[in-house]
């Protein structure tokens, strides 16, 4: 199975395992799955046993027993279009194992509910758990549940052994590490949401229910799971059994059992020119938007890019991605701070126009809460907090290590409480979108080094996380270096708006003074 935080490589008689920086509890979950599944524990069904430990390359886990669809099990999904439809119809199939890639904006979540509908209308009396990576997709698939009429049960009724909502159907809807709990319940049929981001030994703690029939849906092209040994892994041969726990277990599930997934090729996000380069770059071209939304047009403010007047007018026409290009702009160099003792990098230089656009933006009619602001670093995401709202960046950096304690132990987001427009890392932005996004690269230095920014899963992600228009802030002689960030650039349709002195006159300077760095 998975290692890194969940498993152990074995050195004779001595088992080494990752440093974590899980919580304890989480941990202790996940170690007690593998062991399971190790030993052979009896809540493991022989289906999990084949799916983790295969008899060959290319086997499938045998069938798990759920009984076939009735012909009428998917005729009430009449919204769903054709490729949801045979997803939907796998799932109810005899297959004991089905994959489903979602690409961003193709309704996975209403595949999801289908599924659990299907199912429902084959058996109502066999429990069904909805697995999830984060709280936030458990929330939304809940909702989607009760708007269709399925009243779900709460584990904690169990656990309380309080009396059930007798509307309640035999439906969980838990992450997947608060799956194993109680220990007395079982579980055969399960589907994993965001599987391509959740690894093998996070997923065997949801499985460890008497599972006889997975659902995995997810997208391989999107970033994986958060690994303690970070996005290489660590090179060292005596590492190599940890190297599992960077690939995701829909990944791992795929390459073991050769599985073809349903390909999900119809998205609801992004108009025609938003959605044509990560289509072709990341998607082989299958991606296209869906009827009405495929000429949804940008605000006009950004078509053509207006905000730094006639002096700095971009090249491109009416595309609704734009690339404001800082490398004719002499004070534009990334810095590197201290951080939380660590480092990171930020630019005060991007973050500047970044609140310049915010409030050309604002003042031509988009309102605060259509806007997001992502980038790739810790200390910027605080800087453009700053440059934004005025935030100390500290408060902010504070607010964010805490949200998942609090998110975990009393269900309270602080994210809701932050002011719009909100400033997102792109890791946390995953599954996430807005009208407008506004992205500031950073990297702007005379190595031509990108780091971690550059990488094609974490760029897919930038770039299909926009409904109307993305606007990309960043020093092109800095990016141009790097293979994906040159594709996008000379590839995809977009305006191009070379930033010079003349044009930013009196649009930075509140926003660079340097700040005391977070400890």
């Not at 004991?96 to 509910?113: D, E, F, S, Y």
């Not at 938003?274 to 403010?301: H, N, T, W």
């Amino acid at each position: 199975p998975s290692a890194g935080a969940a498993s152990s490589g074995r050195h004779g008689d001595r088992h080494d395992i990752v440093p974590v920086s899980f919580l304890p509890a989480v941990f202790k979950l996940h170690r007690q799955a593998v062991r399971g599944v190790c030993e052979g524990g009896p809540r493991f069904t022989e289906f999990v046993q084949q799916l983790i430990f295969p008899a060959g390359r290319g086997s499938r886990p045998a069938h798990g027993g759920v009984n076939a669809p009735a012909s009428s099990s998917i005729g009430s999904h009449a919204l769903l279009n054709g490729r949801q439809r045979l997803a939907v119809e796998s799932a109810a199939s005899q297959e004991a194992l089905v994959l489903i890639q979602g690409p961003p904006g193709t309704g996975k979540t209403a595949v999801a509910v289908s599924i659990v509908e299907a199912w429902l209308q084959q058996d109502r009396e066999t429990p069904i758990l909805v697995a999830t990576g984060t709280h936030s997709s458990k929330n939304i698939i809940s909702r989607r549940l009760l708007e269709r009429g399925i009243v779900i049960s709460h584990r904690r009724d169990l656990i309380l052994k309080r009396k059930p909502n007798p509307k309640a159907v035999p439906v969980f809807v838990e992450t997947v590490y608060m799956a194993a709990l109680p220990r007395d319940r079982v579980l055969p049929r399960v589907v994993i949401d965001e599987s391509s981001q959740i690894t093998e030994a996070a997923a065997l703690v949801a499985l460890g229910q008497g599972c006889s029939k997975l659902v995995l849906i997810g997208d391989p092209q999107q970033l994986g799971p958060v690994s303690n040994l970070g996005e290489a892994g660590f090179s060292a041969p005596e590492y190599a059994p940890f190297a599992l726990e960077c690939e995701s277990v829909y990944e791992l599930v795929r390459k073991r059992h050769g599985v073809q997934p349903v390909f999900l090729n119809e998205q609801y996000r992004m108009s025609s020119l938003l959605c044509s380069y990560p289509s072709e770059r990341f998607y082989g071209g299958e991606l296209v938007p869906a009827g009405g939304i495929q000429d949804m047009q940008p605000p006009d403010c950004l078509a053509p890019f207006s905000l730094f007047g006639e002096a700095c007018a971009g090249t491109g026409g009416r595309a609704p991605t734009v690339f404001v290009d800082t490398a004719l702009l002499e004070d534009r160099g990334e810095e590197v701070v201290p951080f939380h003792g660590s480092r990171s990098l930020r630019n005060s230089t991007e973050a500047g126009i970044v609140a310049h656009i915010v409030r050309g933006l604002e003042s031509n009619g988009v309102g605060r809460e259509e806007i997001s602001l992502i980038t790739g670093y810790s200390a910027q995401r605080d800087h453009l907090a700053y440059a934004v709202h005025g935030a100390g960046p500290c408060q902010g950096s504070r607010r964010w290590r805490h949200r998942a304690v609090k998110i975990l132990l009393h269900g309270i987001d602080l994210l809701e409480e932050e002011p719009h427009p909100r400033v997102h890392t792109v890791d946390g932005f995953q599954g996430s979108e807005n009208d407008v996004i506004v992205f500031s690269a950073v990297r702007s230095n005379e190595r031509g080094a990108t780091g971690f920014s550059g990488t094609p899963k974490r760029l897919c992600v930038l770039l299909t996380r926009a409904r109307r228009a993305l606007v990309v802030v960043g020093d092109s002689s800095t990016l141009r270096r790097d293979e994906e960030w040159r594709a996008w650039m000379e590839q995809a349709p977009m305006q191009v708006v070379r930033a010079t002195a003349n044009c930013l006159e009196g649009v930075l300077g509140q926003e660079e003074h340097q700040q005391p760095p977070c400890s």
